[in-house]
């Protein structure tokens, strides 16, 4: 799998200019430059952390790489029930996008995979594995589970179960951020099977429209449910599927931190100063299947030992914090904290009660607005 932008990329320009574009919605064609964000992004294609911020980075990844390894410990002994999708592989997507977000105003959305993106955003690990578990103590107080968690307080809203569906959510989003005059700005995920959705496009085209401050970003792990990109995508360059709508496109390697938090930088700027949407194709990898019940036999074991030993985005922070002179304890001692807190996660997971059955019949309907 590559990794480097693609060879063959977009044209410059659209065609022809569009007098008549209404006032406020697309721009005309003038100057229109569908790759200008990919250009600067490659004219600074990785963030310059400082140490502290890279280890951070690091201490982040290796949150979730734990917890989603407990995860799926907890499932495999039948504590977690239901469908569990693990984020093995893509932590630098979640971690270099978040980090560049502002959590008092951004807001993120994303599908089923949504652990990785909840501890990014800085969640209590105990209350997100209490939810995976289905306790009272859980974040949606063990109604949501894997799939659908949620927290409005976190501006995290969910966790969606239904394929594509979080795109036109996320585009709501976008536009209570716009009518609101808030300054904030919606991250809306989505895998390389649901970029297949027409729903999607429809929220591309409303985006595009109304100017709403959105990125769209596509983790494409290579094999969505279980079907290889080529096979189910005419389109295989993700980052081109904004093209029709006039969205601009990024191709970035999401196995690498600190290239993410450089694109994300690229793309935020263009959708704070009132540009519109952005379009983010992260090229990343899942190591373990699509689900915890997938043996993921569609590709071979080799292809995944060479994943995690050529391109792992841990394996990849530790190597570059040990080149910068960092001490090998210090990196040994957040791993061995991080073990720790996963493991106070699990047992406050394992001895919260469940929830009382009076909480069948909270949160069905929005009451007041």
């Known amino acids: 799998m590559q990794f480097l932008s693609p060879g063959d990329e977009i044209l410059a320009k659209t065609a022809t200019p569009n007098k008549a574009a209404p006032k406020g919605g697309a721009t005309a064609d003038e100057g229109f430059v569908l790759r200008s964000l990919q250009d600067a992004h ?3 294609p990785r963030f310059q952390a400082s140490d502290d ?13 734990r917890f989603e390894e407990k995860a799926g410990q907890l499932y495999g002994l039948g504590l977690i029930g239901g469908f569990c999708h693990l984020y093995i592989g893509q932590e630098a997507v979640a971690v270099g996008l978040q980090s560049a977000l502002d959590s008092q105003r951004d807001s993120v959305i994303t599908g089923y995979r949504d652990h990785g993106h909840m501890l990014a955003y800085g969640i209590d690990p105990k209350v ?6 289905g306790r009272g103590a859980g974040i949606s107080k063990g109604k949501g589970g894997s799939m659908h968690m949620f927290s409005v307080d976190h501006k995290f809203y969910g966790g969606h179960g239904i394929v594509g569906a979080q795109v036109p959510l996320g585009t709501g989003l976008a536009f209570a951020h716009k009518y609101r005059e808030d ?9 390389d099977g649901a970029a297949n959705q027409g729903q999607v496009y429809e929220a591309f085209n409303m ?20 079907t290889a990109v080529p096979r189910g995508s005419a389109e295989t360059h993700f980052y081109r599927r904004g093209t029709a709508f006039r969205i601009p496109g990024m191709h970035v390697n999401g196995m690498d931190v600190l290239e993410v938090r450089a694109a994300a930088e690229v793309a935020l700027a263009h959708v704070r100063a009132g540009k519109g949407p952005v379009l983010m194709e992260l ?17 071979t074991r080799e292809e995944v030992q060479e994943m995690r030993e050529k391109h792992d985005p841990i394996d990849a922070a530790r190597a570059e914090l040990i080149e910068r002179g960092i001490a090998e304890d210090r990196i040994k001692e957040i791993d061995k904290r991080i073990r720790a807190v996963v493991g106070e996660a699990a047992d406050f997971a394992e001895n919260s009660p469940e929830p009382e059955m009076s909480e069948l019949y909270t949160d069905v309907l929005v009451e007041s607005y």
């Open 42 to 44: 490659a004219a600074s």
């Open 53 to 65: 911020e890279l280890l951070t980075f690091y201490e982040q990844m290796v949150l979730i790489r």
């Open 283 to 299: 090229q990343t990898y899942r190591y373990r299947g699509h689900s915890m019940s997938d043996p993921a036999k569609y590709r």
């Open 183 to 191: 300054g904030g700005v919606c991250m809306a995920y989505f895998g």
């Open 207 to 226: 985006a595009a429209l109304w100017q709403l401050p959105i990125v769209f970003v596509v983790e494409n792990n290579g094999y969505a449910m279980g």
């Open 128 to 133: 997100i594995m209490a939810e995976l578990t």
